[in-house]
């Protein structure tokens, strides 16, 4: 018997041999004094494989101790394997399947085999059967941990074919972000489920939570899943006022299904709640203090609110999950002080959302963009590109009242859905004093959002003014030539103004500075830097362009002239004739003269541009 043991491990150390002469997935380590060795052959859900590309790993805890493939012995595929270790460790299998070129997501029931020196397991006609079993299988958590950690779960982690069911205490991203995805997941009273900050959890089939506290999700977690009555727990973390140099204000939103207000941890000693009120004129802010305010009970779904308090807590949304797309009302009221429209919305869902095109919130009916509250108290304007997270309220405006629908969905939009055929778009951003601020320009027609009035008054503004109002999100026609810029600060300070353009071309982009005197090429130069006093008046810029409209236009065939407030302003060098209609030149300018047009008839004129290189023409039209 002992030599037959010695010739079969000898055959089994030359076949590993000859097995590692293929690629291995794994990279085993090696060099233990003592080994254990086997004959062994793998079963999927009782069906014996006869595969040359399936890998087969040995683990002890993540630690790979073999990798090998099967060798054609004609009745089986046998893997010959050896594996080092030492006394009191175990170990279990894995497979990597070298066709699909990824591992399977199988459940190994050999987990825990004790490591035993010298032993060998099976032999040629009694194999060691490696079985494993794949689909829905049932999985279960053997210790507390991390999810993503083997050893919890006997060896290998449940992957998207997996049903699980936790048992105690397990965490989802504990040693950092991770998105874990099953079929069915059930968490029984008892136990504790936590998906810690920036992980996600998706189940597509279905989830099963004993109690609120059986899952738990940290602010800025996600869960994606499609059943109903899920209880659970999502956290909100807010940073008192007294530590923070603004007012501490967060705009929230409910993801549990009609939240009761009373009695929640959101009321405690030192704090504010607010909805808005847009029908209300002058007290727009509705405190839930309030006794009036008898309807002011629940987080309604879909809607935002305004939050602070003095302390630093971490405040719990709880109660059942939303899962179903629903309906937030909104209104739209006749006002002159440019809230007309502007509605508290918020994401109803535990997982992020997208306004525009495409995502949960198609704001056909709605202005581009939103805004967010930053946590210095500034109102942040955000556009389609941005995620609207779990618990997070939002600012919209709304051309007409009505509802807005709100689908569940994580799908990111595509474009701004009220920006109709948007040519493209400008960015103009501000920085300065550790705070900064943005405005576009959408070269389409479309809902502009109205500028808001930060909370926090020492936070710079960007805007941009026409006759309607003021507007982060301005919409402009693509010949437009000129924008006036305004810029709102109440510190001194030094400033930063980029520009960045998106889909459109300009053969002309320049920033006047009434303020300094200064006129900028923002094509050469594309960031301006500035000292303000907070002083100063507001319409401190001017944004003067030219947009290039021909497909195979270039900048020298550009228009090269445009008006703008009774004055002929050429962006090119040379000597500038005006002609008639006739042909008759009518005047002769240097391009660097300030030319007035209001001493010429109404009419259609065209301009000849000479300098030493060329000779461009373009028409105009005096009006």
């Not at 497909?551 to 445009?562: H, I, K, L, R, S």
Request: glycine letters at 10%; charged letters at 20%.
């Amino acid at each position: 018997m002992q030599m037959k043991k010695f010739l079969l491990s000898t055959f089994c150390m030359l076949m590993v041999g000859f097995s590692f002469a293929q690629q291995t997935h794994w990279v085993p380590v090696s060099n233990f004094e003592n080994t254990m060795d086997g004959i062994g052959i793998v079963i999927i859900d009782g069906v014996e494989q006869f595969r040359g590309d399936l890998e087969l790993g040995i683990f002890c805890g993540d630690e790979c101790r073999g990798a090998l493939f099967a060798e054609d012995e004609t009745d089986h595929w046998f893997y010959y394997f050896t594996m080092g270790g030492v006394s009191g460790e175990s170990f279990t299998f894995r497979l990597y399947d070298h066709d699909l070129d990824e591992e399977l997501y199988v459940t190994c029931t050999n987990a825990a085999v004790p490591f035993e020196a010298n032993a060998f397991l099976g032999d040629f006609d009694a194999p060691y059967e490696i079985v494993f079993t794949a689909g829905a299988s049932t999985v279960t958590n053997i210790t507390d941990g991390d999810w993503s950690d083997p050893n919890i779960w006997g060896g290998t982690v449940p992957g998207p074919e997996a049903s699980v069911v936790v048992d105690d205490f397990v965490t989802i991203g504990e040693n950092g972000a991770v998105t874990v995805t099953v079929t069915d997941l059930d968490i029984p009273s008892g136990s504790t489920l936590i998906v810690e900050a920036g992980s996600v959890l998706v189940v597509t089939g279905d989830l099963i939570t004993g109690s609120t506290d059986g899952l738990i999700l940290a602010d800025g977690a996600q869960v994606i899943n499609e059943s109903s009555n899920v209880l659970a727990t999502y956290q909100k973390d807010i940073a008192g006022y007294l530590a923070k140099d603004s007012d501490g204000w967060y705009t929230i939103s409910s993801p549990m299904d009609d939240m009761t207000i009373s009695g929640s941890d959101f009321v405690v000693p030192e704090y504010d709640l607010y909805r808005f009120n847009e029908t209300t004129i002058g007290g727009e802010w509705e405190n839930y203090k309030d006794a009036t305010n008898i309807d002011f009970t629940t987080f309604e779904n879909g809607r935002g609110y305004i939050y602070a308090n003095s302390a630093n807590i971490t405040p719990n949304f709880v109660g059942i999950l939303n899962n179903a797309d629903m309906s937030v009302a909104v209104t739209y009221t006749d006002r002159t002080d440019g809230l007309s429209g502007i509605n508290l919305i918020g994401n109803p869902f535990p997982h992020v959302i997208y306004k525009g095109a495409g995502g949960a919130i198609d704001d056909a009916d709605l202005a581009s963009g939103f805004y967010t509250l930053t946590d210095q108290g500034a109102w942040h304007v955000c556009t389609y590109e941005t995620a609207i997270q779990p618990g997070q309220g939002i600012l919209v405006k709304t051309a007409v009242a009505g509802t807005v629908d709100i689908v569940k969905t994580t799908n990111p939009a595509t474009a701004e859905s009220s920006a109709k055929s948007a040519a493209g778009r400008m960015k103009l951003n501000i920085a300065g004093n550790n705070n900064e601020d943005c405005a576009y320009v959408y070269f389409s027609q479309g809902l502009g959002l109205t500028k808001m009035p930060n909370f926090d008054v020492t936070a710079p503004s960007l805007f941009i003014h026409n006759d309607e109002g003021d507007y982060a999100i301005a919409h402009t026609g693509i010949d437009s030539e000129a924008l006036e810029l305004m810029f709102k600060n109440s510190q001194s300070g030094d400033f930063t103004l980029s520009v960045g353009t998106e889909g459109l071309r300009f053969s002309y982009l320049h920033l006047i500075d009434r303020v300094a005197g200064t006129d900028t090429d923002l094509l050469q130069t594309p960031e301006y830097r500035f000292t303000a006093t907070g002083l100063e008046d507001n319409a401190r810029f001017q944004l003067v362009f030219r947009v290039m409209t021909g497909v195979n236009e270039t900048v020298e065939e550009a228009p090269f002239a445009f008006i703008n407030n009774g004055q002929l302003i050429v962006n090119a060098e040379g000597t500038l004739q005006i002609l008639d209609m006739t042909g008759r030149v009518v005047s002769t300018h240097n391009t660097t003269d300030h030319i007035a047009t209001n001493g010429m008839a109404n009419g259609v004129y065209v301009l000849r541009l000479m300098n030493e290189n060329n000779v461009r023409t373009q028409k105009i039209v005096i009006k």
